[in-house]
């Protein structure tokens, strides 16, 4: 099993632009987390989806961030346009829906978003 | 809505101490508790949890954690940690509710054991 696959690693990008983080949960798994980490603010959840449908997105910060799932093998985190402010390790997390109570959640190794 | 308290943020200790850390966490129902670690440029790896049953739990590395229910508390232990054990380590609270759960997480303590 390769676990959960975040891609980039890295990103640096110029305030304005336009970032996209993707994220390939387990196979098999249903629910999808999206967590910012940072400094000050410590692990925030963003957004989490079970079977592809968001089910809690109250924790995105604004406008500017949107999720998407369109399918269960892939979602991507964007964040348009981009600000200083929003440099932060996102991780990704996967789980089994109605079991992730008893496993907890497999993460991925995170997107260092740095945004200047 | 449910939180989660770490209320040390940074414990810095010798190889072969003892370690505790503290979690307390607030929510009404009945909850699964977990403990993450995650060492220097690592994502989160699931230590232990606590779902039921004896409320002493045993994880990985030599880790254990105790729920006291009327303390709302989740601590971590262990007895004689070691270098490889400086990481950031993160308690969580998932309530148990019919259409899924979602984890909140404490705010972190930094660990640093000196050689």
């Known amino acids: 099993d390769a676990g959960v696959i975040q891609s980039p690693r890295h990103e640096v990008t110029e305030m304005g632009q336009e970032v996209t983080l993707r994220c390939k949960p387990i196979s098999g798994h249903n629910s999808l987390f999206w967590y910012r980490q940072t400094m000050m603010r410590g692990l925030e959840l963003l957004i989490y989806f079970n079977n592809n449908v968001p089910i809690d997105d109250s924790g995105m910060p604004e406008d500017r961030f949107s999720a998407k799932m369109p399918n269960a093998s892939f979602s991507t985190l964007k964040i348009q346009p981009s600000e200083p402010r929003d440099s932060a390790v996102y991780f990704c997390?996967?789980?089994?829906?109605?079991?992730?109570?008893?496993?907890?959640?497999?993460f991925g190794s995170g997107t260092r978003l740095t945004v200047v | 809505a449910q939180s989660v308290s770490q209320h040390n943020h940074h414990v810095i200790l010798s190889e072969a101490a003892s370690l505790e850390l503290g979690c307390n966490y607030s929510?009404?129902?009945?909850?699964?508790l977990f403990w993450y670690v995650q060492y220097p440029g690592q994502h989160l790896q699931l230590l232990l949890k606590y779902f039921s049953g004896d409320p002493l739990v045993k994880g990985i590395k030599g880790f254990e954690a105790e729920f006291i229910k009327s303390k709302f508390s989740f601590n971590l232990r262990k007895p004689s940690v070691q270098w490889s054990d400086t990481a950031e380590y993160f308690c969580a609270v998932s309530p148990i509710k019919a259409a899924g759960n979602k984890l909140t997480f404490g705010g972190g303590t930094r660990v640093l054991v000196k050689p």
């Open positions: 997390a996967s789980s089994l829906f109605r079991s992730q109570d008893k496993y907890g959640y497999t």
């Open positions: 929510y009404g129902g009945t909850v699964n």
